[in-house]
């Protein structure tokens, strides 16, 4: 057909689609057969009753219609148009960040049975424009997640900027929940800034829906949402739920069990295969039975066992997996024993959460002890677990561990636990949030939850012990992960320390993780649970609990010097000083001694901190600690360059390399040679400073430490641009923050960033050259990490050279631009960067 001149475009979709239809020569009902969708459906579009259809739907209209490219794409706009009408636009607040929102969910492996009538109606509530809030509220096992994922793809067609799914299922605390949103959300951690309004600037201007999975638990959260919505306008929030928010202007939606027939009448086939219940139970038999098949045999029991267990999914799901080994008769038979033994529940449960519980007693009750013990033990993990993790937590017998593994696959093949696994090819194991549930009754019930807590505590303890030792050299990238993927536990285990009187054992665990916390970007949270678990220890009363106290200190002294927090890890560090001295460790008195060090030099007070470090070094040398001599002997040579003194610098960093050659430390040997190096580039000995810094680049990658590795690059790049090489020099540095990324190291990641910028300078790329140093500076007041006096010179010159070059307008946007940049988008930009450098040669 022909196209729709331009000066005839019609942007409201149903006057649009009447068009094309009368045009093409077709009624609503041809064009519905054509599309194969409902004559409703195209009324409603036409008449703009619906207003906003899913985009599916758009192409097979299209289609339908025969449209050519340009009318296609025209009722594609019109539809897309339709979505946010009268909607004003709000200016971008200042600091907002504007990048694309992540897609957060994987599609289930298996489709959605039945819900179409439920897609349709929440499709339909939230393009009314006054629901922003829309809860699918039904009991455990109704089906309340798998329907929110399914919406997913569903509700693309009503928000322009997509659909961001956050489950909610490892958040233990409705005060983590905007953490959890936030995170999600790819906003990062501000010092000093609400979640609340860090999440209100990532979602200024965006037209969004969120969908908040498994909420009932964190209902004191509801409030958050509701503010959250209330200040950006153009987000929508789809919930599930036991129990409403009690919110204003929440629409509330029950979800309904699956369709089951009536057994009074029990329909033929054809028929009784179509209800969803009937059509969920046949599915996941034949996934564990191949053979399995409806059948007039077998049509009756079938139906029976879909309204025994009043069309819920779960319930199904777990009946059918034991047809494995029951035939439909006797699961039936199980089912109504269970049920008749089990209906007089406590009657302020709902009745289907009655139900639902009698299907997980029944499913329960299959179990052997062994299995039943292993199942409610299981309960204490969050967030999945391996299986030495089992092993540990869940046997009575060291001897015994080897048979968790037959327990373990034994109750994965009854559908109780799920197995994955992941990137690494290492299997994780995880109950359903509502199966963990029932197992946390079960565990309290057989008076085990205190035991199994504790040790589950103790095996996170033991984990995060082994793992420090990890996090240099060769495999630090693997440990980090690890401890990323056991976070939640981490979480769990402080939790439980935290509320259960064992202060002693959480400080343990937090002071261990106190690197990890530093280098991932949650030094604020960790500084949060050592000053909770500091704030609640008795006074100690021996040696052991004022050790355990010192090193929390410690802990909590060096993530407030991460934050540049200097008053209160002076404060924490002088108390741990206090305890050390007490008890006669040196080596904690040392180490405290040093940090107050680093700290005073970080103040500007080199006098104070040659001070601090002299004394350290005195007690290092008194108990002959080489490696350490020869740590605070580099700290006193990095005082000296900052003073410029760098032929004293380059003494110490000597008198540094020889003792620790003595011991034979490989990482600290190249760290030493690293920092010799930057010592005598700074003196202006640029060949010797190549050759040192190379030499320390080698040490490291025999060692894989790429942490330093990024580190000793980003030095050697600076070198190699100020002599004029600025292809090697961008090599390096490209090198350097690939790396960086690799193992997360934030605050190098904005030293790196830095010097990229001062390379795009002399390259002439000023803007990008703007915008590295924008993303630099917004990371840096996140970590709270500012630039050294050196470093901030030489950022103040260089952004004054680009300003001047691009102008006051090109700058500011550049700026911006800069500053909601992803690490995704740097490597998109280094790559362009790269043919600047070829035409700069």
Known sequence: MAALQTTERVTELGTLLRRFRRTAGLTQQELAERAQISVRAVGDLERGVRRIPHKDTVTLLAEA??????????????????????RAVHPTPPGAQSAPLPTTIHGPLTPLIGRQQEREEIVRLLEQPDVRLLTLIGPAGIGKTRLAQQMVDDLQGICADGVVFISLVPVSDSAFVL????????????????????????????????????????ADAAPDIAAALSDCQGVKALVTSRAPLHVRGEREFAVPPLDTPDLSQLPALPDLARYAAVALFVQRAQAVRASFALTPEIARTVAAITVRLDGLPLALELAAARCKALSPQALLTRL???????????????????????????????????????????????????????????????????????????????????????AEGETRFHLLQLIREYALERLTAANERQLASQRHAECYLAFAEAAQSKLFGRDQAVWFARLALEHDNLRAALAWAQHSGEIELGLRLAAKLWWFWQVRGFSQEGRAWLHNLLALQPEPQNEQQMAVRAEALRA????????????????????????????????????????????????????????????????????????????????????????????????????????????????????????????????????????????????????????DMAYMLNNLGDLQREQGHLKVAFQLLRRSFAFARE??????????????????????????????????????????????DEGQRSYAAQVTLAQAKLGEAAFLAAEESGRVMTWEEVEAVLAGLEDAVVEHQ
């Open 65 to 86: 219609l025969g449209l050519n490219m340009e009318d296609s794409v025209l009722l594609h706009e019109a539809a897309r148009a339709s979505r946010w009408p009268e």
């Open 179 to 218: 953490s959890a949103i936030a995170q999600a959300l790819d906003v990062r951690e501000e010092a000093g800034k609400p979640r609340i309004e860090q999440i209100q600037e990532r979602l200024a201007n965006k037209q969004v829906l969120l969908i908040l999975d498994n909420f009932e638990h964190v």
């Open 336 to 422: 109504e024993a269970s049920l008749a033994l089990l209906t007089h529940g406590a009657l302020d449960l709902p009745p289907r959460q009655q139900t639902m519980r009698n299907a997980l007693d029944w499913s329960h009750d299959l179990l052997d002890e062994m299995e039943q013990r292993l199942f409610r033990r299981l309960a204490v993990f969050v967030g999945g677990w391996t299986l030495e993790a089992s092993e540990s937590v869940c046997a009575d017998d060291p001897e015994a561990t080897p048979n968790i593994l037959d327990l373990l696959t034994a109750l994965i093949d009854k559908s109780l636990v799920a197995a994955e696994v992941n």
């Open 556 to 707: 909590a002294g060096n993530l407030a010097w991460d934050q540049s927090d200097y008053e209160t890890g002076e404060k924490l560090l002088e108390e741990a000083l206090s305890l050390y001295q007490h008890i006669g460790d040196t080596f904690g008195e040392a180490h405290s001694l040093n940090t107050l060090g680093l700290i005073a030099d970080e103040r500007g007070q080199r006098e104070i901190a040659i001070k601090l470090f002299e004394e350290a070094l005195a007690l290092f040398e008194k108990r002959s600690e080489i490696l350490y001599e020869a740590m605070v002997y580099g700290n006193l040579a990095t005082v000296c360059t900052r003073k410029q003194e760098y032929e004293k610098a380059i003494e110490l960093y000597e008198k540094s390399l020889e003792l620790v050659r003595q011991v034979g430390d490989k990482r600290l040997i190249a760290s030493t040679l690293g920092n010799l190096g930057y010592a005598r580039h700074k003196s202006g000995d640029l060949a010797r400073a190549a050759q040192l810094m190379g030499a320390s680049l080698e040490l490291f990658e025999e060692l894989g430490d790429r942490d």
């Open 743 to 788: 193992t997360g190291v934030q605050r190098e990641m904005c030293n790196i960033l830095d010097s990229i910028a001062e390379l795009a300078n002399d390259l002439g790329a000023h803007r990008q050259a703007i915008r590295f140093f924008a993303l630099s500076s917004k990371e840096r007041a996140r970590l709270q990490a500012p630039r050294h």
